[in-house]
């Protein structure tokens, strides 16, 4: 059984104090939460949201990692750095990073490495843009961001994989529950001949782009969909919050 991960992705929101407010808004409401409730946010509100949640059932999360372990790379983030903060996840090629910020398959991947190696909890994202989805390139897409950015993984079920069909992101647009489950499914089955068909069932895969507290329960109906990266819907602690108890 793979427990369900919510994760909210912050993005470049919410100031520390905003950020505080935020998960105190969010805490009373997912404290009997069935699934792994989680908040990435930006690095400058770590330290303050890290105070926050002590006590709760909400882990932390930042939204990047570099892959050094110190050294020469202005404005950078290294893992201990985060680590002594106690974040536990954080998110790694993000497409906005990958479309803004230079991010390749090959820097996800030694960001990946860097992360499980440190004991962080890597929640890597693929996804497919709408030009490549309306030209049957979907699957190819997603197996070479999945070969090339996991490759040399030892443990997969260290990792969480999130897909975000780019075109569902911030556009209110969702993948159909249908379409997000055979995606997800073959992302799967691509882990399972990647490392092995039990890793890959052991493996949590979850969507994002445009998850709300409208669609969220569909979603989280399917067989293959183990959770959720909310963005926009993670600003609001009620909407978060019903995400988080989808079960309910
Ligand atoms: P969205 O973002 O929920 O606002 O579409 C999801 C994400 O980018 O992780």
Known sequence: MRKP???GNWKMNNTASEGVALVNAIAPLVKDANCDVVVCVPAI????????LKGTNIGLGAENVHFAEKGAYTGEISAAMLLEYGVQYVIIGHSERRQYFGETDETVNKRTLTALKAGLTPIVCVGESLEERETGKTEAVLEKQIKEG????EDLTKVVI???PVWAIGTGKTATAAQANETIGFIRKTLGEMFCPGCAAATRIQYGGSMNAGNCKELMAMEEIDGGLIGGASLK?????TIVNFDK
């Open 5 to 7: 991960i919510i994760a």
């Open 45 to 52: 509100d770590i330290p303050a949201v890290s105070e926050a």
């Open 150 to 153: 996991l490759a040399g993984v």
């Open 162 to 164: 999130a897909y975000e």
């Open 237 to 241: 602690a009620n909407d978060f919050a």
